[in-house]
């Protein structure tokens, strides 16, 4: 699915209060630490997700990563996201984690803006300064 031309972005602000709001499905029980992620394909579309806990905490998955799930399974292998916004209702700095900036980096455009809370508000940063060194794999 293609954007309609001259459909309006979502302004950071409002990815934020999109990912906000995917962080009230969160299911964390354990933790009581509930985020929300949202992402903005190329393709116009916004995709939403929640951390989900598991009582063996390595196997949660992360918000950024059940939205990119998301994404793949609904539009297919071929998303590229031109924005991202993670926020919790915890009150405290959440950038992504290590984990979901490399599985981010296998589908992100490099200048794309990611927004997230931080100690001194929300804080806005392109996706290669928040993940410079990504491990990359050339295929032949």
Do not use: W
């Amino acid at each position: 699915m293609d954007a309609q031309p001259n459909a309006p972005e979502p302004a950071p602000a409002e990815l934020l209060e999109n990912a906000r709001e995917a962080a009230e499905h969160s299911y964390s029980p354990y933790s009581g630490f509930k985020v929300g992620a949202a992402l903005r394909l190329t393709n116009g579309q916004t995709v939403t997700g929640a951390n989900v806990e598991n009582v063996s905490y390595g196997l949660t998955i992360c918000a950024e990563r059940a939205a990119l799930v998301r994404a793949v399974a609904q539009f297919g292998p071929d998303i590229r996201i031109a924005a991202v916004a993670v926020a919790n209702l915890n009150g405290v700095a959440s950038p992504p984690c290590g984990a979901c900036r490399q599985v981010l980096a296998e589908f992100i455009l490099p200048e794309a803006p990611v927004v997230f809370p931080a100690a001194d508000g929300a804080r806005t940063m392109p996706f290669s300064a928040l993940l410079p060194l990504a491990f990359e794999m050339k295929l032949k």
